[in-house]
């Protein structure tokens, strides 16, 4: 069975845009999608940050078609009024990461979460990684 990797808004968004330095560990994320060798799971929260990002880099049209891609290449998992409230109890400083975690642990078997900033999931209860520190994870497994 492939692992589950929950990615946040962040990392999508420098795939999709090509932000340097954080595109080619990104890149390498959703190749592994791909090819089977992972499985991405995304929040639909995520669906609204990148298309609000990525309308800035790319206008209207093209942020819509990268939102299509993304229903085709993930997993998007919802976040219900039960994830709002954990998020609430969850003490992160960031509102919208507590968020992305909650969620995140509502896909069963879910080995890790990936995102830029891994600062702000201090308390989290599973693994958390940037891309690039995933990457070399399970390269040393």
């Given at each position: 069975?492939r692992?589950k990797?929950?990615?946040?808004s962040?990392?999508?968004i ?32 995520s ?8 309308r800035?880099?790319v ?9 299509g891609?993304?229903?085709?290449i ?7 009024k039960k ?8 003490h992160?400083?960031d ?8 969620t ?8 890790a979460?990936?995102?830029r ?23 040393n497994?």
């Amino acid at each position: 069975m492939r692992p589950k990797v929950f990615v946040d808004s962040d990392v999508i968004i420098d795939f999709f845009t090509d932000r340097e330095p954080f595109a080619n560990p990104a890149s390498t994320l959703f190749e592994l999608n791909e090819r089977g060798k992972l499985q991405i799971y995304i929040s639909a929260v995520s669906i609204v940050n990148v298309y609000y990002i990525t309308r800035r880099y790319v206008g209207h049209q093209k942020a819509l078609d990268i939102i299509g891609t993304l229903t085709q290449i993930t997993e998007i998992v919802g976040t219900t009024k039960k994830e709002i409230l954990h998020a609430l109890n969850n003490h992160f400083k960031d509102f919208e990461d507590s968020v992305q975690y909650s969620t995140a642990l509502t896909v069963k078997g879910i080995e890790a979460i990936i995102t830029r900033n891994v600062k702000d999931y201090t308390k989290a209860e599973i693994a958390v990684f940037t891309a690039e520190n995933y990457l070399k994870f399970k390269m040393n497994e």
